[in-house]
């Protein structure tokens, strides 16, 4: 852990369409999967809720090995320098709206 808190990365991100791509520098090992998403949601500009108001909740897949990572996973344990991510938007199937 001692290493993991005082070093940075630096990744590639884009959405799950590719349409929008961010460079993230200097992120913080000591900080979660979940609190990076939640920051790159918001600097590029990804919606929050569905087209029928659902809240929409995030996923980052690593491409380098291919999985999903957990949002508790420390960013200095599951990524290095350069990796990329892609912000995929976790999708309910079946749920329905309550009347």
């Known amino acids: 852990m001692a290493q993991v808190a ?24 000591s900080s979660t999967i979940g609190e990076l998403v939640s920051g790159l949601l918001t600097r590029m500009g990804l919606a929050r809720h569905d087209a029928d108001g659902r809240p929409l909740t995030y996923s980052a897949r690593l491409e380098r ?5 957990s949002g508790t996973e420390l960013v200095g344990n599951a990524l ?20």
Do not use: Y
């Open 6 to 29: 005082g070093m940075t990365v630096g990744l590639r991100v884009s959405d799950v369409s590719g349409a929008k791509r961010v460079r993230a520098s200097e992120v913080p090992g």
């Open 65 to 69: 090995e291919g999985r999903h990572l």
């Open 80 to 99: 290095h320098e350069e990796d990329e991510l892609v912000l995929t938007p976790n999708i309910d199937a079946g749920a329905s709206r309550a009347a």
